[in-house]
């Protein structure tokens, strides 16, 4: 499974921002798709993630400002964040949970900052 992800980039607080991940190659049985984050110097952490059953978790510190989705025929996890806040600067990380191997992407900046 190859998963590329696009959006990212800089935005100043209280703005928006959209992500978006594909995944490709072998993506049959699939079960999940989320986002996970890394600041500098801190741990990886959940930002959202989505199963096959519309099921959604969303981490505690962006619950009330995230949207998970997915398009399963496209493979594609969504992920659009409001009210955005310097404290959301960070790595972005998509992941997807295929026969329970767990699969990431490349990592995507995103910069909250005026």
């Known amino acids: 499974v190859q998963l590329q992800a696009s959006g990212g980039g800089l935005v100043q607080p209280g703005e928006s921002l959209g992500l978006s991940c594909t995944a490709s190659?072998?993506?049959?049985?699939?079960?999940?798709m989320g986002w996970y984050r890394q600041a500098p110097g801190k741990e990886r952490e959940l930002v959202g993630i989505?199963?096959?059953?519309?099921?959604?978790n969303y981490g505690d510190s962006v619950k009330d400002r995230c949207t998970i989705s997915r398009d399963n025929a496209k493979h594609t996890v969504y992920l659009q964040m409001n009210n955005l806040k310097p404290e959301d600067t960070a790595v972005y990380y998509c992941q997807v949970i295929r026969f329970l191997r767990v699969y990431w992407g490349q990592g995507t900046q995103v910069t909250v900052s005026s």
């Open positions: 989505i199963t096959n059953g519309d099921d959604v």
């Open positions: 190659g072998s993506a049959f049985g699939i079960t999940s």
